[in-house]
């Protein structure tokens, strides 16, 4: 039996075209139901303060805000490769019950057109890493 939810949730989408398990988290009444949360105009919001994000406090501040309302991880971080471009620098976002795949395509390709934009957050990034050897840690 699927529980009765009092908060707007994702609208369900069409069969086969994702696998967010959305059925199972709705069943179980113990579920973390946060991930439905994201309805599509809440996630137009979010790609639109990610598309705000103008340096990498505010990058830091949006992962927390994303873990703490929808309980998944945004990781950002360099690859296991040398990083010579954008492209070596891995952003995924959890892949979670309930979390849709085009949001686990659409928030990472966000963030890489805010680091495209701001190279100084990649440059930050990377330091956060050690990878400019300044200990920033991370």
Do not use: W
């Amino acid at each position: 039996m699927l529980q009765q939810v009092s908060i707007p949730i994702r609208t369900e989408c069409p069969p086969g075209a994702c696998v967010c398990e959305r059925e199972i988290l709705l069943a179980d009444p113990d579920a973390d139901l946060r991930p439905l949360r994201l309805t599509r105009t809440e996630e137009q919001k979010l790609l639109e303060r990610i598309d705000a994000v103008a340096s990498y406090d505010d990058l830091k501040r949006l992962q927390e805000r994303i873990r703490a309302n929808l309980g998944v991880e945004l990781k950002i971080a360099p690859g296991p490769n040398e990083v010579r471009t954008l492209r070596g620098i891995l952003i995924v976002l959890e892949d979670r019950p309930g979390l849709c795949k085009k949001v686990r395509q659409s928030v990472p390709a966000a963030v890489r057109r805010v680091l495209e934009r701001h190279p100084g957050i990649t440059y930050a990034i990377l330091d956060a890493h050690d990878l400019f050897g300044a200990g920033g840690g991370g």
